[in-house]
């Protein structure tokens, strides 16, 4: 990936993470990671990292009720999304990289 992309990418990365907004830093970083989610999304965000497609109104419903804000809702949503398409990314260009040194 060229230079100018990969500091795009990584300063996207970085208002997601650090920038203002509803949700904690904290929860956000989690989504991202997929890993210590707040229980009340826990399940909505390991479906939106997992099976994105799957995911309901009734999904989002069910995170509202245990008390979170839409505004929250969808920033740990971007959060899961954003960390689970770097994770796919990385490893493609590891596979990538790896494929180019055995084909030396």
Known sequence: MNEAVTRLREAVVE???SGAGKATRDARRAAFDN?????AARSLIDKV?????????EDVAAVRQAGMSDDEIFELAVAAALGQSTRQLDAAFAA??????AAK
């Open 49 to 57: 990292t997992k099976n994105a497609w799957k995911v309901t109104d």
């Open 35 to 39: 890993r210590e989610v707040p229980e």
């Open 96 to 101: 990538l990289d790896e494929a180019t040194k």
């Open 15 to 17: 208002r997601v993470l």
